[in-house]
């Protein structure tokens, strides 16, 4: 098992940035992906960013390449994601997501997840 907790999540004004932090407890963090998604009220959960577990290799989705960016502490237990030049249009729960296979943007191949933290962006 693997335990996740996000924090960092509050409201913004449009193009100033944050820093999201997930802790990890449980298992070897470094033995696992970790992705970055988030969910707006009535939309699907939509994919961020992903890492392997030595934070090597990253995967960007379009919607967010060059605004976000996705980083891990093993040493620390934590991942991180950071973001910029914020729109009203980022606002939403944000997630990060645990998994022992491989980066993917599918959400069902995440074995475990935190309880998210809100982001709003206000214009």
């Known amino acids: 098992q693997v335990q996740l907790v996000e924090s960092g999540g509050g409201s913004v004004q449009a193009g100033e940035s944050l820093r999201l932090s997930c802790a990890a407890s449980?298992?070897?963090?470094?033995?696992?992906?970790i992705a970055w998604f988030r969910q707006a009220p009535g939309q699907e959960r939509e994919f961020l960013l992903t890492t392997t577990g030595s934070g090597k290799s990253i995967y960007s989705a379009d919607a967010v390449r060059g605004r976000f960016t996705i980083s891990r502490d093993n040493a620390k237990n934590t991942a991180y994601l950071e973001m910029s030049s914020l729109k009203p249009e980022d606002t939403a729960v944000y997630y990060c997501?645990?998994?022992?296979?491989?980066?993917?943007?599918?959400?069902?191949?995440?074995?475990?997840w935190g309880q998210g933290t809100q982001v709003t962006v206000s214009s």
């Open positions: 449980g298992r070897t963090f470094s033995d696992y992906v």
């Open positions: 997501a645990a998994g022992s296979r491989f980066i993917t943007t599918n959400p069902a191949l995440y074995d475990y």
